[in-house]
């Protein structure tokens, strides 16, 4: 008995020992002093006074970088974006896009093996319509935002 005990003792550590080293985070956040840049960093647009309503289409590159120098790229990194307007919903004012279909804001992928993820925006233009607000990027302690506007004249 007191050998099974043993071997418990000893196996238990080094299972959880692997567990814990082993078994990783397939897509982790950034860690801390990472980076995040997206480009453009503003997005402004003026409709005029057209009445007709229509979408349009913008894209953000969003990049990961492991400092602030910008010397080393982050591949696999999970990232968040969100948008205060951003809905799946037909007709509201920003649309994300992933993989060719509407998502929910927020909105959490991963940056590809060059350490950038490209967002799709569609957003509402024209009809007096006329909104601003920012679109956030959040990975571990990195953040930034881009401001996205669309005004009328």
């Keep these: 008995m ?14 959880l020992f692997f567990l814990i080293n082993c078994g990783g985070a397939k897509n982790p956040a950034a ?7 997206i480009n453009p960093s503003s997005f402004e647009l003026t409709t005029g ?4 309503v229509t979408y349009r289409t913008a894209y953000f590159t969003i990049t990961v970088y492991q400092d602030s120098e910008k010397t080393k ?8 974006i969100d948008h205060v ?8 004012y920003i649309q994300f896009y992933h993989d060719g ?12 093996n060059y350490g950038t993820y490209v967002l799709r ?3 509402l ?29």
């Design 31 to 37: 860690p801390s002093g990472a980076v995040i840049t």
């Design 101 to 112: 279909e509407r998502v929910e804001s927020p909105l959490t992928v991963t940056t590809d």
């Design 85 to 92: 307007f951003a809905s799946p919903a037909e007709r509201y």
């Design 49 to 52: 006074s057209t009445l007709s």
């Design 2 to 15: 007191r050998q099974i005990f043993k071997k418990t003792y000893i196996l238990l550590p080094l299972s």
């Design 125 to 153: 233009s024209g009809g007096g319509a006329a909104y601003k607000g920012d679109i956030n990027v959040r990975s571990g302690s990195a953040f930034i935002n881009a401001t996205f506007e669309v005004k009328t004249d």
């Design 73 to 80: 790229l982050m591949d696999n990194i999970k990232i968040t």
């Design 121 to 123: 925006v569609d957003f």
